[in-house]
């Protein structure tokens, strides 16, 4: 899944969760249970993401609804072999960004 959010320092719950097409409360659960995801939280303690926080959330949606892996199977995969499965999970979305630009330049032949 390639995630379309605007630039910007931090990204509310509520973009992120649109951004993912999932609830918030799903956001919030992966928040306590993978401790890869450490928003910042404001004073009245709504969260704000930052990139990196997206793309530990790209990763764990990954593992969790494109490929299957229960909880502690993704927890264990990204203590185990983060920075192999990050390597991989970029250059698999770069692989399908170019995909995308392929087929965009077929249509316009």
Wanted: proline share 3%.
């Amino acid at each position: 899944m390639h995630v379309e959010l605007p630039e910007k320092r931090y990204y509310s719950i509520g973009e992120v969760a649109e951004a993912f097409n999932v609830n918030t409360s799903l956001i919030r659960f992966w928040e306590k249970e993978f401790d890869a995801l450490k928003p910042k939280k404001n004073a009245k303690g709504n969260r704000k993401f930052t990139p990196d926080d997206i793309k530990n959330l790209q990763l764990i949606f990954h593992l969790v609804k494109e490929r299957g892996f229960t909880l502690e199977g993704a927890k264990i995969h990204l203590k185990e072999g983060k920075k192999k499965t990050l390597n991989n999970f970029e250059i698999i979305r770069k692989l399908e960004s170019i995909k995308a630009e392929l087929v965009k330049i077929k249509s316009q032949l």
